[in-house]
């Protein structure tokens, strides 16, 4: 059964580095969405991307984030100058059709550790 | 601000038990919902969905009934089995393809 895939599974950085976040969709999946859960907390929202363009963003995906689909398989979160409170699990996920009314499909995340 | 909740943190039932639970939402405008079970380690896995024209859904030993005049959703699981503890958290779709997450339920089942 395909899966989203994510890399890597966790990453440690010091407060202040730039972290990539990288995320394989499934392959005939169009449109593509981060989450992120604190750690006890419930998951939320960050961002859904469909034809290289940013759909909706929560109010967490501020200047320091930013989103990309380098090539025709990745779909990357790049987080540019880390925060304490970034700490957290992210998730990737992708549907097939549009809007949050289709099943979206999530990978198995990354836990994002900063120091 | 609107928010999907849950009423319970954590629900422990013996297996072969039925399981129930339940979430509150406040956003009215919501018409799609969604049940997620996230097992230690892993991304949420869709269980079941519901649209807001239904009250009722049923899948493999789950049932999602929707009542939106006091917009409660709740997960109803069939004959409860130790590989169904997990955390369950519904989720509603907020805006074009927003979901927004409920806090989450631990479900515990003893053997």
């Known amino acids: 059964e395909p899966e989203v895939t994510q890399t890597p599974s966790h990453q440690v950085t010091q407060m202040g580095q730039e972290v990539i976040l990288r995320c394989v969709p499934i392959?005939?999946?169009?449109?593509f969405y981060w989450y992120r859960q604190i750690l006890g907390q419930k998951v939320e929202f960050l961002v859904s991307?469909?034809?290289?363009?940013?759909?909706?963003k929560s109010e967490i995906f501020d200047d320091q984030f930013s989103v990309e689909r380098p090539d025709g398989s990745n779909f990357t979160l790049k987080i540019r100058s880390t925060k304490l409170e970034d700490s957290a699990m992210y998730f990737c996920?992708?549907?097939?059709?549009?809007?949050?009314?289709?099943?979206?499909?999530f990978g198995p995340g990354t836990r994002l550790t900063v120091t | 601000g609107e928010n999907v909740g849950l009423h319970l943190p954590t629900l422990s039932v013996q297996e072969g038990d039925n399981s129930i639970i339940n979430c509150a939402y406040s956003?009215?405008?919501?018409?799609?919902f969604i049940w997620y079970k996230q097992e230690s380690g892993k991304g949420p896995q869709f269980i079941i969905d519901?649209?807001?024209?239904?009250d009722k859904r049923q899948g493999q030993r789950v049932t999602v009934l929707l009542n939106k005049t006091v917009k409660h959703l709740s997960l109803q699981i069939a004959a409860t089995q130790p590989g169904d503890s997990a955390v369950y958290f519904c989720?509603?779709?907020?805006?074009?393809?927003?979901?927004?997450f409920g806090k989450g339920t631990m479900l515990l089942v003893s053997p």
């Open positions: 996920a992708s549907s097939a059709l549009a809007g949050g009314s289709y099943e979206q499909y």
């Open positions: 392959s005939n999946h169009l449109y």
């Open positions: 991307f469909y034809n290289n363009e940013i759909s909706e």
């Open positions: 956003n009215s405008a919501s018409d799609y």
């Open positions: 519901i649209r807001s024209n239904m």
């Open positions: 989720a509603e779709n907020s805006g074009y393809s927003t979901l927004t």
